[in-house]
């Protein structure tokens, strides 16, 4: 009985290791397959587009970077680095008055806020172009940031505030009988105690914000001010024959979030965990 359990245990880990690579090489071919296409030819991609590269040439990536790649590069990390500051902070400041603040309507500030994550984008696209349109924001860096942010707040108040509510109080009666203010108790003691459920935070809304396509593309019309996904997309449009070209320039805004989420989804994964189980 017991050699038979024994044997059924190997079976099972067999069959999990098996489904795990299977779903490695789900996940990781099609990236190896975009990047293997940037070192083609087109007349290589059409004859077999899943064979080996005959030259490892960069002559593709060169030329994306040099068609537009790098300023929607650029743009994508000023708008996601800035983002994602602006989101952290008004997030955990926000929190930290809705869990360790006694204010008025508590509970219904929580609410309101939280009442945010229901307002999809989809159903505010007109009259925020309006508003926009209005106060002379339209088509650049501030109406990607201000979007970006506000719709974020909420989902991400969620987060840390479900962390913050089991933080001991006895923390700030401590700072307040050591003389620390709000503003000091929040910067040099929650907010450091709250450092796992921060770094995921941080790590989703990049994830985020490097991949929005739908604002980036109804609020930006101007090369200067697109983001990857967008321009991405005019690439595609102008060059679209250059197939390799093409993939180059995939192959590129791809490479950040790979990085990101290979050395980060522990900490991701840790967070939320933390978070969402207080």
């Not at 397959?33 to 899943?50: Q, R």
């Not at 508003?131 to 860096?141: A, E, H, V």
């Not at 590129?252 to 522990?266: E, H, N, S, Y």
């Amino acid at each position: 009985m017991v050699t038979r359990l024994g044997f059924l245990g190997v079976i099972a880990r067999l069959f999990l290791w098996a489904f795990l690579l299977g779903l490695a090489v789900v996940v990781l071919y099609p990236l190896l397959w975009m990047v293997l296409n940037g070192f083609k030819t087109n007349a290589e991609l059409f004859d077999n587009p899943f064979a080996l590269p005959d030259s490892w040439s960069l002559e593709n990536y060169r030329k994306a970077w040099n068609r537009g790649v790098s300023d929607y590069l650029m743009a994508s990390v000023l708008v996601t680095v800035t983002s994602t500051i602006a989101t952290v902070f008004i997030s955990a400041w926000a929190a930290y008055g809705l869990t360790r603040v006694n204010i008025p309507l508590n509970k219904v500030l929580t609410a309101v806020i939280l009442g945010g994550l229901m307002l999809t984008p989809t159903v505010a696209l007109v009259p925020l172009v309006q508003m926009f349109q209005g106060l002379g924001l339209y088509n650049s860096f501030w109406a990607l940031l201000i979007l970006y942010t506000a719709f974020r707040v909420p989902f991400t108040t969620f987060l840390i505030r479900a962390y913050m509510i089991d933080l001991p109080r006895e923390v700030d009666e401590a700072a307040q009988i050591d003389g620390a203010g709000r503003w000091t108790a929040f910067w040099r003691i929650i907010l450091p105690m709250c450092k796992p459920i921060i770094t995921s935070t941080v790590l989703l809304h990049v994830l985020f914000a490097w991949n929005e396509y739908l604002f980036a593309m109804v609020f930006t019309n101007g090369s200067d001010v697109q983001t990857l996904p967008v321009g991405l997309t005019s690439l595609m449009s102008k060059h679209g024959t250059d197939f390799p070209v093409v993939f180059a320039g995939m192959a590129i805004a791809a490479v950040p979030v790979v990085l990101l989420f290979f050395f980060g989804q522990r900490y991701i994964v840790k967070g939320l965990a933390d978070g969402i189980g207080k």
